[in-house]
């Protein structure tokens, strides 16, 4: 190793002086590299993002999650003959999602492994004359695990207080902050419309995107208040028991065939599976036997997010792919520029390169002498690139609330491919000053 740097660091020195010489052009000729590097890392921190988003989206819905959502299609009217040839018309009718829906699920498909119900509603809560909107949601205790959510500080609700209906609840982060800042809120009481409700919990913060879907059960939990699901039937409010005056509003907005209420007892069931090949298998038999417990009205629908979001995932995979290839081609252009730049260099040094051999050097020494130019300008500009690259991606991320990860990985090859493409692509040039005649090189 001594002996080769003995015999060709010259040569790289030679190299060297020769960039420092000719300063703006070793700089343009590496401006497709610095671009190339920076295109590269930046559209993959891209693609990164948004799969790391992908992944986080698929932890927040839970793993193996069916959602069951109503649709307002609960009467439907149907037209047929009787065998005397008059017409005749029925009306089927169908409650819409109950908590018997719930137990039949979670008694009958042996592939289930949790359910639970959801019943939203929008009130306002109190305390101190303070006042923020809240979403109170009834659920049980298996919705903190459907959804991976962790409670920070306190318990969940105990059976007792499930079925029974007991005034307690569990609040999101945001609702700490607004109404206890540091005070310990377990065993204080926060009023949630006209009724006082006992806070036995607090949940942990959870970061949430924008493009985040609640329709895949995706949705924050830092401004709700979360009661068990007989609580807020019992204390506030039951859609399955409707008034009179109620009962005029809805017929009068069933025969404008534009309905607005939900008649819906729940507003979501959350199921999940036990293994994930059973997820489409169950999907469908819960549709079936929703069917008929519904009077075979579709009034619902059934959703898979978890296989949703896979295939968003894969769709931007090959997104990523695309994108990672058109960054490579602008490597691939810098290479083809340092390579005419070099070409041109030789032309414009043919009375160097014949000094230099006319004084003793070897081809391969016009050879190490030119490479190491290429591979220097290709290394700098991959250098450059790189930390290009990286302001870009934050950038990106902070101006067009884009989510960017920089990985080791892009950086790596990137930065291979940038000296790779200085070694390639500078050879060429370097094999052709080494060609030329000593004498022909000193007429010049």
């Not at 540091?182 to 970061?207: A, H, M």
């Not at 009179?244 to 534009?258: F, I, Q």
């Not at 898979?304 to 290839?325: A, D, H, M, S, W």
Request: contains cysteine; glycine residues 8%.
């Amino acid at each position: 190793m001594k002996a080769i740097i003995q015999r060709y660091g010259h040569d790289v020195v030679s190299g060297v002086e020769a960039i420092f010489t000719n300063k703006l052009k070793s700089f343009l000729t590496a401006l497709g590299i610095i671009f190339g590097v920076a295109a590269v890392i930046s559209m993959l921190a891209i693609g990164s993002g948004a799969q790391q988003e992908i992944l986080d989206q698929i932890k927040m819905v839970g793993v193996n999650n069916i959602i069951i959502t109503p649709t307002q299609n609960v009467v439907s009217d149907n037209e047929g003959t009787s065998e005397d040839g008059t017409q005749i018309s029925t009306k089927k009718y169908s409650k819409g999602l109950s908590l018997l829906d719930v137990k039949a699920i979670e008694d009958v498909l042996p592939t289930v492994a949790k359910v639970s119900p959801v019943i939203s509603f929008n009130y306002s809560a109190i305390l101190n004359g303070k006042s923020k909107p809240v979403v109170l949601e009834g659920v049980n205790n298996k919705y903190f695990d459907l959804f991976n959510i962790n409670i920070n500080h306190g318990s969940v609700f105990t059976n007792n207080q499930m079925e029974n209906g007991f005034p307690v609840c569990i609040i999101g982060d945001n609702i700490k902050k607004v109404f206890f800042n540091q005070d310990d809120p377990i065993g204080q009481n926060i009023k949630c419309g006209q009724v006082w409700l006992k806070i036995i919990g607090v949940i942990e913060r959870r970061d949430f995107t924008a493009s985040a879907s609640d329709e895949m059960g995706i949705s924050s939990t830092d401004n709700k208040i979360f009661i068990p699901a007989k609580t807020l039937m019992m204390r506030f409010k039951n859609r399955s028991l409707v008034r009179a005056d109620e009962v005029e509003k809805l017929m009068a907005d069933r025969e404008g065939k534009n309905p607005k209420e939900n008649l819906n007892q729940l507003d979501k069931i959350i199921v999940q599976v036990t293994e994930t090949e059973d997820l489409n298998g169950t999907a469908d038999v819960i549709r079936r036997m929703l069917l008929r417990r519904h009077n075979e009205l579709f009034d619902f629908e059934v959703t898979i997010p978890e296989l949703l979001l896979k295939q968003q995932q894969r769709t931007k995979g090959i997104f990523n792919i695309v994108l990672g290839v058109i960054a490579g081609i602008s490597l691939i252009v810098g290479g083809i520029g340092i390579m005419n730049i070099m070409l041109a260099s030789v032309m414009e040094r043919i009375r160097e390169i014949g000094v230099r051999q006319a004084i003793g050097a070897s081809r391969k020494d016009i050879i190490v002498q030119f490479l190491s130019e290429s591979t220097i300008i290709s290394v700098s500009g991959g250098v450059i690139g790189i930390i290009l690259g990286v302001v870009l991606s934050k950038i990106i991320s902070g101006v067009f609330d884009i989510k960017t990860l920089i990985s080791a990985f892009s950086i790596i090859i990137s930065f291979g491919v940038s000296v790779l493409v200085g070694v390639v692509f500078g050879y060429v040039p370097a094999k052709r000053a080494a060609e030329q005649d000593p004498v022909n090189s000193l007429r010049q």
